[in-house]
Nanobody, 119 residues
């Protein structure tokens, strides 16, 4: 099963920043043609939730809990999506997953990367 390649998360102090990136693995890069790309997260004991999404035209949508703090962006030629996370809070701690879908409805997920916000 092909998975998107995410950058490593990490441990960040409250109020700190972290940027995650995601792209297709080399094996499928040439045929990777996403429409929507997004970041989800899942904290222990909770359901996976949408954090932010961005269309191929650049239209964005954010969860209320991250509005004003997180920014999603993408580069279509590099087939990469980023999530800039600022003013991080302990409740942002979770495994973050990259997601993409194409015009055939095919969905691809990343392997997940742990983000921990703690002092």
């Amino acid at each position: 099963q092909v998975r998107l390649v995410e950058s490593r998360g990490g441990l960040v102090q409250p109020g700190g920043s972290l940027r995650l990136s995601c792209t297709a693995p080399r094996a499928i890069f040439s045929v990777f043609s996403p429409l929507d790309m997004a970041w989800y997260r899942q904290a222990p004991g909770k359901e996976r939730e949408l954090v932010a999404e961005i269309s191929s035209a650049g239209t964005t949508n954010y969860a209320d809990s991250v509005k004003g703090r997180f920014t999603i962006s993408r580069n279509n030629s590099r087939k990469t999506v980023w999530l800039q996370m600022n003013s991080l809070k302990p409740e942002d701690s979770a495994v973050y997953y990259c997601f993409s879908s194409n015009d055939r409805g095919e969905q691809t997920w990343g392997q997940g990367t742990q983000v921990t916000v703690s002092s």
